[in-house]
């Protein structure tokens, strides 16, 4: 079993900047990929940045150059450091997790809005 707790939510302006963090608990050691996932009012939920336990990492387009995901394996955290935050970021972003079965976090929101 593998808890994720997501923190670092918020209301910001556009252009602005957040960090999320995700801590992780349980059996860690068998952590592969962890992911940011996000679900915006109305919409399907989407796979916004991965990192692999080695460290390669990809993104969504509309994010590239502007979201940066990245893990600190002796903090058993993922981050995601948003910049240029846009309006259409608005969502409420997900951790998730493979480890022998998929484990998600409950979730924050994040409010881009003037």
């Known amino acids: 079993q593998v808890q994720l707790v997501e923190s670092g939510g918020g209301l910001v302006q556009p252009g602005g900047s957040l960090r999320l963090s995700c801590a992780a608990s349980?059996?860690?050691?068998?952590?592969?990929?962890m992911r940011w996932y996000r679900q915006a009012p109305g919409k399907e939920r989407e796979l916004v940045a991965s990192?692999?336990?080695?460290?390669?990492?990809s993104y969504v387009d509309t994010v590239k150059g502007r979201f940066t995901i990245s893990r600190d394996n002796a903090k058993n955290t993922v981050y995601l450091q948003m910049d240029s935050l846009k309006p259409e970021d608005t969502a409420v972003y997900y951790c998730?997790?493979?480890?022998?079965?998929?484990?998600w976090g409950k979730g924050t929101l994040v409010t881009v809005s003037s």
């Open positions: 998730y997790c493979y480890a022998a079965g998929a484990y």
């Open positions: 349980g059996i860690i050691s068998s952590i592969n990929v």
């Open positions: 990192i692999t336990s080695i460290g390669l990492t």
